[in-house]
């Protein structure tokens, strides 16, 4: 995995009003630069070299070394910032002999997008240019955007004049040394700016493309670009995998809630212990019985359902994942089921004294756990669209709206039989689909 060159040595005039530098604008609880360097740590890239100038010492500052993030960061000074963002990896020369990636401090990007560049082959004296070919003024200002012209995988020309173009530049890069003898070139002509070296490579027939649309990108250029990134980072919180309550219900609330925990120092682990703590209270409610308990354990059931996503937003908002947290989350939403259900059924008994309660409680409490344990190999194959979009998802938000609309209209028994005929169907269901698509062995 090659190192990559981040540069941050601008301004950032169009964005300074809000924070100063712009590397270091906030944005959902980690700065623009922290996102860069995270999302570059995850496609595998641990070697960071970033090019300061424009209020170094508070980049330098609040990065470090990079330890706290898993990384190693070497920075790379350009007193010449102001001459434009050329001169910045013009500085970088004697740093690089081979391939590396090169990333905007402000251009926030999915890291499947580097791990496309990285497979990308080409000649040792090319460089690469990821570009969309998505072109809206619905999705970029197309008057302030890089326009790309290619023809054969190539770049033919590049700049923000252009008339004719068919591309637009995402600022992630696959660069050789070739890239500095472009700079050369552009700035003895007085141009100073990546794009003027780029147009170089570009007449040469050496600036390569890779098509990476539909993968998330954003140039956080403005204020309005600022906030699309915002929109589009809560807006990617939603999963294949949700269900019709968390699609249309649960996640409406908890991404709005997770937008602003994001801000305070509060770990994935934390809301997950909160979330869990909140069931059993539901639990606990529910196993009183009486209209007016089993009304709040409803409530709580469900407050409890949408907070329960608010761990694995916080997660990836803020690249907190780990495979603990995930195993924690999956172990403590079990033991909450359970309580649930259990705490419904002694509700029941002790307003019914019917042994048919605990029968129904046994079989939602068994479907309710085969739902859980087949999920995993369920959730894998809507995510590769082996299902072809025929996939229906009934996991654990929907069996919660179930037990709190049950306690809404005070009828817990009807809720123990729907819960326990959808759950053990659900499972029949899946076993069903997976026996149709040839599932290997391995799994």
């Known amino acids: 995995m090659p190192e990559a060159l981040i540069i941050a040595a601008g301004r950032g005039s169009r964005l300074s009003r809000f924070y100063s530098p712009k590397p270091l604008t906030p944005i959902l609880g980690l700065a623009l630069i922290e996102r860069i360097i995270l999302t570059g740590k995850i496609a595998g890239v641990h070697e960071f070299k970033i090019v300061v100038g424009y209020e170094a010492d508070k980049i330098r500052k609040e990065l470090g070394n990079g330890i706290k993030y898993g990384v190693s960061i070497q920075y790379i000074d350009n007193p010449d910032w102001e001459k434009g963002n050329g001169v910045s990896v013009l500085k970088a020369k004697e740093y690089f002999h081979g391939q590396f990636l090169l990333l905007m401090s402000d251009h926030l990007f999915d890291e499947n997008i580097i791990n496309k560049l990285i497979c990308h082959e080409m000649d040792s004296d090319h460089c690469a240019l990821c570009i969309d070919k998505t072109i809206s003024s619905d999705y970029f200002d197309l008057d302030d955007v890089t326009k790309v012209q290619t023809v054969a995988g190539k770049a033919e020309s590049i700049g923000k004049s252009l008339d004719k173009f068919n591309a637009i530049d995402t600022g992630v890069f696959l660069c050789t040394p070739a890239i500095f003898e472009a700079l050369e070139k552009s700035v003895a002509q007085g141009q100073f700016s990546l794009s003027a070296g780029n147009q170089i490579l570009a007449r040469e027939g050496r600036l390569e493309t890779v098509d990476v649309s539909g993968c998330f990108w954003v140039d956080v250029d403005n204020e309005k670009a600022l906030k699309k990134a915002k929109k589009t980072l809560i807006r990617r919180l939603f999963k294949p995998t949700d269900g019709p309550i968390s699609k249309n219900v649960n996640r409406r609330l908890s991404t709005r809630l997770s937008a ?184």
């Open 260 to 443: 602003h925990l994001a801000y305070h120092d509060i770990s994935p682990n934390a809301i997950t212990l909160v979330s869990f703590s909140l069931a059993v209270l539901s639990a606990i409610f529910f196993y009183l019985g009486g209209y007016l308990f089993i009304l709040f354990g409803g409530i709580i059931a469900q407050l409890s359902s949408v907070l329960d996503g608010c761990d694995g937003e916080i997660a990836r908002l803020k690249f907190q994942f780990s495979t603990f947290g995930a195993w924690l989350d999956k172990v403590l939403d079990r033991y909450a089921d359970g309580l649930i259900i259990m705490g419904i059924t002694h509700a029941l008994w002790i307003s019914t004294n019917s042994e048919f309660v605990w029968l129904s409680g046994f079989l939602a409490l068994t479907g309710t756990f085969m739902n859980s344990y087949t999920a995993a190999i369920y959730d894998d194959l809507i995510k590769t669209k082996a299902l072809n979009g025929t996939a229906v998802r009934v996991g654990r938000d929907s069996r919660l709206f179930i037990i709190f609309i049950g306690a809404l209209c005070n009828q817990l028994f009807l809720t123990l039989v729907i819960l326990a005929a959808m759950t053990n169907a659900e499972a029949f269901r899946r076993l069903f689909v997976l026996k149709n698509i040839h599932i290997s062995p391995a799994h």
